[in-house]
């Protein structure tokens, strides 16, 4: 749908002052941002699915949806959504996958996706192929969800989500075969920071292999990469029921 696609710049990684800002971009193929419906705010209106499609900006596929007033839209494509499926939003949608609906009307143990975290601004959590998060129960005012990562956290009633598992599974298991192929995506090749100049990166330095040389890893910017580098007076903490599983490098 060209209505639905605008040509995405290229920025390589850098900011509005032109400085890098994010390592290891640049130099990908050309390609389309394909406006997607994450707000999910054409209420109790049926649509049907007219295709399943590949969409380069994102592991996980999109469903162009022709809703009944004539208005199409493409949203994420769930696992066992394809072509003639009809979708809806809103209070009273089934749980099917595809339907998105607010979570106070989703029941315990379904399995869930494109979660808002404010009602109206659209999903913002688990978009990504083959993840999904699952409703665990109420919470007086809340809705308790458990992420992948394991954490365990409130959500506002009337926020949205979409029910199903995001599709596109294998993306995992891709087996890339050269460097061409990353180079086409736009990721450039990474240099680990022990080998680099002790100007740019914290690592940096020293005589043969001599590791890190410090206390605790840094990142390039000199700032902590490892334990719990979480704000600790991030105004969304109160929202958080139980911390994420912890990595092999926390203690």
């Known amino acids: 749908m060209k209505k639905l696609k ?11 002052n032109g400085k890098m800002s994010v390592r290891h971009q640049g130099g990908r193929h050309k390609r389309f941002m394909r406006k997607v419906d ?14 399943i499609e590949y969409d380069p900006n994102r592991n996980c596929d ?17 696992a066992g959504l394809k072509s003639g ?18 979570f106070a009307k989703i029941p315990a143990g379904t399995e869930i996706h494109n979660l808002e975290i404010f009602p109206g601004k659209g999903g913002q959590l688990i978009r990504s192929a083959g993840i999904a998060a699952v409703v665990q129960g109420k919470e007086e005012e809340f809705i308790l969800v458990k992420l992948p990562s394991g954490e365990v956290r409130r959500f506002i009633k009337e926020a949205y989500a979409s029910i199903g598992k995001v599709g596109r599974g294998e993306y995992r298991n891709i087996n890339w075969g050269k460097a061409g192929r990353k180079r086409w995506l736009g990721i450039r090749p990474t240099v680990r920071g022990v080998a680099q100049h002790p100007r740019a990166h914290p690592h940096g330095g020293g005589e043969g292999r001599s ?3 410090l206390k605790y890893p840094k990142t390039v910017y000199g700032k902590p990469a490892v334990g719990k ?16 599983k912890k990595g092999p490098h926390v203690g």
């Open 6 to 16: 605008v040509l995405l710049p290229k920025n390589s990684g850098r900011g509005a």
């Open 211 to 213: 590791g890190i040389g």
């Open 38 to 51: 994450f707000k999910r705010d054409k209420r109790d209106v049926w649509g049907k699915v007219e295709a």
């Open 85 to 102: 499926d009809k979708v809806i939003a809103g209070d009273l949608a089934p749980i099917t996958p595809g339907n998105a609906l607010p």
């Open 62 to 78: 999109l469903a162009l949806v022709l809703y009944e007033d004539g208005e199409r839209r493409y949203i994420l494509a769930p």
């Open 229 to 244: 580098t979480r704000n600790k007076k991030k105004y969304s903490n109160y929202m958080i029921v139980s911390p994420r």
